[in-house]
C-alpha cells in the first residue's frame, strides 16, 4: 500500500459481468464527506450511463482496440460494411472474423471460481485461455488485463486535468498519479482464493502496483455504501439516518453474473461484523438473457440461431442489445406488446432452413397471442408472456435461496434486506422478494447499480471496517498421524524415521462460518533429516478426515536446508491470516526463528 504522506486519492474498479466502471474520491474530501465519490458518465448514442459494458475487442492481430461502447459500437460496425461486402462482391480490409470479440467474459471464470462445487477438471490457471465470438483462444489474463488497463487509464486521463493541494497547501499540477493513488479492485464474495489471485494477477499487468492494490470483495463494498447513506429512520423521528452500533442488515447483490448475499451487524465505532459467511450462486440478470436466448432456440432451432448469428451478426449484436435494454421496462410501463424488430434475416434464415415461415412454427408451438410475428421481420411478444418466460425461474430460484439462508439462526431475525447491483434494480425481482417476506424491510436505495463501485472506495479509504468476517469453509493442512491400526486405511501408512505413521491426515485450523481470524498451530517435521518444511493448505465444504477428500489451496515452502543438523525433528509454527479479503501464511521454523511470509501461489499449485 502506498504511503500514507504519498496518497491523495483512493480509485476502485467495478470489473462486473454485464456493466464495468471506475470511481475515485480524495483522501482530503473523503475526511470531510465520505459519501463525496466521482464517477464518470459513459456515451452512448448520445445517451449517458452510468457504467459501461464489459465488452472487448482486440484486432486481427490480437492487439486491444476498444473497450465497452466503443467496442460494441466497432464489432458491429465492421460486420455490418462485411455483409455489405459480401452483398456486393467485394472483399473487406478488415474481415471481423478475425477479429477478437468478448462480452461478458467474467462468467468464463465462475465455474472454476466459486466457493462452492465445480465441475471436474475447471481450474483456474495462469495460462489459461476463454474463446471469443469467432471461436478463437485468447489468453484470459491478457484479455482481463487490457480490460482492468483501459479503465485504468481512463482515471489516469482525468487525473491528469486534476490539481490537488500539496502538503504546504499549495495547488500543485500533478505529472503523474502512479504512486498517489491506491486502488481497490471488486471481486464477487464467492469466489475462491485462485480467482482472487487471477485478479490481482491481471490488474499488476494492467500496470497497478501490487503494493497499491486491494481487493474488495462486492456484497461488502455494498455494505459500507449503505452503512453511510440514511436509509433507516425511526419511529418517532422524522428525519432518516444512517444505521446505528447493533443494527442488522443483509445485502442482497444482485450483479449480471452472480447474486452474493452478506449478513452484517453495526458494531461500535461504525465498523460491519459478518454474521454469517457470504453465500450466493449463478443467479444474476444474465440468467434472464440466457433464457430468453435459450427460448428462441428451442422454438427455431439450434441451426437457425447459429447460422444467424454467423451470416448476420451486425443483425445478431443489436438483437442482443435491444433485449438487454428492453427487458429494463419490463414491470416498469404498462406496455401490452415488446417489439423486437430488424429481424428479417431471422425469418429468411428459418425458411429456407425448415421450409416454412417462422409463424407458422410459432402455431406449431402453441404461441398464438402470446408471440406474433410481424411482417416477416418484427417479433412482438406478450408482455405478460415475456415477462414469466425470462424471469420466473431465476427470481424463483434467488428466492428460494434466501428462504434457506433466513433458516440459520445467525440471520433469521434479520429484518431489513437492502437489494443492490444492476438487476436489483428490476421491480419484478423487488415485488417477489417483498411478497415472499412480507415482515422484512426491502430497500432499494437510489442508484443501487453503483452500491458496489462507490461502497469499494469508502473501502479504500477505510479497510479495517469490516471488523469480522465469517469462512466460507473448512480449512487446515496437510500433517502426518501415529498410524492406528483398524482406524487408519492401510494405504496412507508409510514408515518415517523408523516409525509407523499415517499421511495426508486433515488438520483443520478453522471450521466453517467460524470467525475468520488469525490461527497459530504448530507441527514437527516428518523427519529430523528434512532439509524443508511443506506447508499444504487445504479446504473443503464439509469436514475430512483425509487431505485426499479436500481441494488444495497451495503450498508454503520453509527452506531449512542452510541451517546446522540438529537431532531432534524441527517444530514449525504455522499461522493463516484469514481476515482479510486474501489468505495469507506465516511459518516459522522454531529452532532459527527464520519465517516465510507471503500468499499462496494458487495458480500453478
Not at 404461441?367 to 411478444?381: D, H, P, Q, Y
Not at 501415529?482 to 499415517?502: A, I, R, W
Request: charged content about 30%; glycine content about 6%.
Amino acid at each position: 500500500m502506498a504511503t500514507p504522506d504519498k496518497t491523495f486519492i483512493v480509485a476502485a474498479i467495478d470489473f462486473g459481468t454485464t456493466f464495468s466502471g471506475y470511481a475515485y474520491s480524495l483522501i482530503s474530501d473523503h475526511k470531510k464527506d465520505p459519501l463525496k465519490i466521482y464517477s464518470p458518465t459513459w456515451e452512448n448514442d448520445g445517451n449517458g450511463t452510468q457504467k459501461t459494458p464489459t465488452s472487448i475487442l482486440f484486432d486481427d492481430k490480437g492487439e486491444f482496440h476498444s473497450f465497452g461502447y466503443e467496442a460494441e459500437k466497432k464489432y458491429s460496425d465492421l460486420a455490418a460494411a462485411d455483409e455489405l461486402d459480401e452483398d456486393e462482391d467485394n472483399e473487406s480490409d478488415e474481415d471481423y472474423r478475425n477479429w477478437f470479440y468478448f462480452r461478458r467474459f467474467k462468467m468464463a471464470l465462475f465455474r472454476a471460481a466459486s466457493q462452492g462445487g465445480r465441475p471436474k477438471g475447471k481450474k483456474i490457471k495462469e495460462d489459461m485461455q476463454i474463446t471469443a465470438a469467432n471461436g478463437k483462444k485468447m489468453s484470459a489474463l491478457k484479455v482481463f488485463s487490457e480490460a482492468i488497463r483501459y479503465l485504468k487509464e481512463q482515471l489516469d486521463k482525468e487525473l491528469e486535468k486534476c490539481l490537488v493541494e500539496d502538503h504546504e497547501g499549495k495547488s500543485t499540477q500533478q505529472e503523474s498519479w502512479a504512486d498517489h493513488v491506491r486502488w481497490v479492485l471488486t471481486v464477487p464474495a464467492i469466489w475462491s482464493n485462485e480467482a482472487k489471485q487471477f485478479m490481482r494477477m491481471a490488474a499488476v499487468q494492467a500496470g497497478i502496483a501490487n503494493n497499491q492494490l486491494k481487493l474488495a470483495l462486492e456484497p461488502e463494498a455494498a455494505a459500507i455504501l449503505c452503512k453511510q447513506v440514511a436509509l433507516s429512520k425511526d419511529k418517532e423521528e422524522s428525519e432518516v439516518k444512517a444505521f446505528q452500533p447493533g443494527r442488522k442488515f443483509m445485502v442482497v447483490d444482485c450483479g449480471g453474473g452472480t447474486v452474493d448475499v452478506t449478513a452484517h451487524e453495526v458494531v461500535g465505532g461504525g465498523g460491519l461484523k459478518e454474521l454469517h459467511h457470504a453465500t450466493g450462486d449463478a443467479l444474476g440478470g444474465t440468467n434472464v438473457d440466457r433464457k430468453f436466448f435459450s427460448a428462441m432456440t428451442e422454438w427455431l432451432g439450434e441451426d437457425v440461431m447459429k447460422r444467424f448469428e454467423k451470416e448476420s451478426t451486425s443483425d445478431w449484436l443489436e438483437f442482443e442489445r435491444n433485449f438487454e435494454s428492453k427487458k429494463r421496462s419490463i414491470g416498469r410501463s404498462d406496455e401490452e406488446y415488446i417489439t423486437f424488430s430488424n429481424l428479417g434475416e431471422l425469418c429468411r434464415i428459418y425458411k429456407e432452413l425448415k421450409g416454412s415461415s417462422v409463424k407458422s412454427r410459432m402455431t406449431e408451438c402453441k404461441l398464438e397471442g402470446k408471440v406474433s410475428i410481424v411482417k416477416e421481420n418484427k417479433f412482438r411478444f406478450k408482455t405478460g408472456f415475456l415477462k414469466d418466460l425470462v424471469y420466473r425461474e431465476t427470481i424463483c430460484d434467488l428466492v428460494s435461496h434466501l428462504e434457506k439462508l433466513f433458516l440459520n439462526m445467525a440471520v433469521s431475525e434479520i429484518r431489513i434486506i437492502l437489494l443492490v447491483g444492476g438487476f436489483s434494480e428490476c421491480p419484478i425481482l423487488y415485488d417477489k422478494i417483498k411478497d415472499t417476506f412480507p415482515k422484512k424491510v426491502i430497500i432499494n436505495p437510489a442508484e443501487a447499480n453503483l452500491a458496489v463501485l462507490k461502497g469499494a472506495v469508502i473501502f479504500g479509504h477505510e479497510p479495517a471496517t469490516i471488523t469480522e468476517r465469517r469462512s466460507p469453509k473448512y480449512y487446515g493442512i496437510a500433517t502426518n498421524a501415529p498410524f492406528q491400526t483398524g482406524v487408519h486405511p492401510e494405504s496412507y501408512k508409510l514408515k518415517v524415521d523408523g516409525m509407523d505413521v499415517c499421511t495426508d491426515v486433515f488438520k483443520c485450523m478453522i471450521e466453517k462460518n467460524a470467525p475468520l481470524t488469525r490461527i497459530q498451530k504448530t507441527f514437527t517435521l516428518s523427519s529430523a533429516y528434512s532439509t524443508s518444511g511443506n506447508i499444504e493448505i487445504y479446504e473443503s465444504d464439509k469436514l475430512k478426515t483425509f487431505t485426499t477428500e479436500c481441494r488444495m489451496l497451495g503450498t508454503v515452502v520453509l527452506d531449512v536446508k542452510d541451517y546446522k543438523f540438529q537431532d531432534k525433528k524441527r517444530e514449525i509454527d504455522v499461522s493463516l491470516e484469514f481476515g482479510s479479503t486474501e489468505l495469507y501464511v506465516f511459518a516459522t521454523d522454531k529452532s532459527t526463528g527464520r519465517t516465510v511470509t507471503g500468499k499462496f501461489d494458487c495458480l500453478n499449485k
